[in-house]
């Protein structure tokens, strides 16, 4: 257990703290959640740096990492589709909660069949990483219905875009081991079964 790991488990245990904080009745809930998330996800960059500076890189750093970022995403995301109640955001959300999904998926079956290397992170999902961060803040730190939530929700909507686009990146890499042609020989078979039947 080295540090990297350590702020990697504190980020999974600040999930709870920040919902919790969300649905408090008071003024200051909404901005000290959002600062509670901008803090894990400062976190995320902190634990990656820290890993190869004082290279202390292990599988389960390696394992526990995205599985930290996607619960964070997906459970910020579902208090905010509660909070805003509005089909608007819902949208958006929904995306990028079943492209994680898919992915993961993607991910763990490549892993299976020794292709995973195959499917690498793209530029895209940096860009797409960073406007769904602040778009979460910003939708964490303001009741719905303000000017700033209309931003965050722009921002959500092109981190969806993004988001929906690396997917068919990660498809689109990984579908020669989906649907792999059939060996020559194999294709004859098949030529000559189609003819006798």
Known sequence: MNLPNILTLSRIVMIPVFVVIFYLPVQWSYLVSAAIFALAGATDWLDGYL?????????????????????????????????????????????????????????????????RASVAVSYIGKIKTTAQMVSIIILLAVPPGVFWAWVGTGLLYLA?????????????????????????????????????S
């Open 51 to 115: 890993a190869r500076k004082l290279n202390q890189s292990t599988p389960f750093g390696a394992f526990l990492d995205p599985v930290a970022d996607k619960l964070m995403v997906a459970v910020a995301l579902t208090v905010l589709i509660e909070e805003h109640a509005s089909l608007i955001l819902t949208i958006p959300a929904t995306v990028i909660i079943g492209r994680e999904i898919v992915i993961s998926a993607l991910r763990e079956w490549m892993a299976e069949i020794g292709s």
């Open 160 to 196: 969806a875009v993004l988001t929906f686009w690396s997917m068919l990146l990660y498809l689109k890499a990984a579908w020669p081991d989906l649907f792999p042609k059939p060996a020559p020989d194999q294709s004859r078979q098949l030529d000559s079964q189609a003819r006798n």
